[in-house]
């Protein structure tokens, strides 16, 4: 099976702060990738090359075998026209720490606006869809509400729907309960776990160490721009190899106590 995202040797500085080092990752249909590591490591800066929110300066990134915001050619590459990276991300679905709803319309209309307006499906056909979608959510009863009355955590479901109404091949997901308050993270990741086990394909961001340890197949913990470890949630948790993997997790599971 060819992997649905190909990331080779990805390099991005911000001005002389080099964020990504040569990053190289492959990620197969049905697979959750989950990357850990501490803020700063360059894990957001990946996710926004991904589907080019963020141009990349080196290396190749390749979705669904397509060149993600480039075009080669022999002089070198370009800059791909903007008409071929919004088809790229019509299969991208990437849900932010913030919500991004827009607050004077409905959930229902916040969900149905990008396949109305992008995908030009119906809207008869994109409410129906969207209904299925806040039902799995668990929000079918807040499809007429607006954004300001939810809690954050119905609104990031909210996002999370609005974001699968594109149907997309792939879902990136940046550190997606930081902005909630702790008795909220919960149902925001009893979501993502439902799509996991219905086989979506994933790259997921989080500080939530439990929650990766559960969710993903596999596991990167980021470091200084590169991916300093690559291994499965069991091997990372208990028997990590890298010192600094061993060094982060201390750090981590010793504050927040929420692994053995």
Do not use: W
């Not at 792939?170 to 550190?175: C, G, P, V």
Request: with cysteine; hydrophobic share 40%; charged share 30%.
């Amino acid at each position: 099976m060819s992997a649905l995202v190909e990331i080779q040797d990805v390099k991005k500085s911000f001005g002389s702060n080099e964020v990504l080092k040569g990053v190289s990752i492959a990620v197969e249909p049905h697979e959750v990738l989950v990357v850990i590591g501490a803020s700063g490591s360059g894990k957001s800066t990946l996710l926004k090359c991904i589907n080019f929110l963020e141009t990349y300066d080196e290396g190749r990134i390749v979705f669904d075998g397509k060149l993600v915001g480039y075009k080669e050619n022999d002089q070198g590459r370009d800059i791909a026209p903007e008409s071929e990276t919004r088809e790229i991300r019509k299969n991208i679905g990437m849900v932010f720490q913030n919500f991004n709803l827009f607050p004077h319309k409905s959930v229902l209309e916040n969900v149905i606006e990008g396949p109305v307006q992008v995908k030009g499906v119906t809207k008869s056909e994109a409410i129906e869809y969207a209904d299925e979608l806040l039902k799995k959510v668990g929000l079918a009863d807040k499809r007429d509400a607006r954004p300001s009355t939810l809690s954050g955590g119905q609104q990031q479901r909210a996002a999370i729907a609005r974001s699968l109404a594109m149907r997309p091949k792939l879902m990136l997901f940046d550190e997606p309960t930081s902005a909630l308050d702790p008795e909220l993270v919960g149902e925001v990741l009893a979501t993502i776990r439902g799509l996991a086990e219905e086989g979506m394909t994933m790259i997921i961001v989080t500080h939530e160490m439990a929650f990766a340890r559960d969710v993903a197949d596999r596991v990167i913990f980021m470091d200084d721009g590169i991916v300093a470890e690559e291994a499965s949630p069991e091997e990372i948790f208990t028997n990590p190899k890298a010192q600094r993997t061993q060094d982060f997790l201390a750090r981590v599971l010793n504050q927040r106590k929420v692994l053995p």
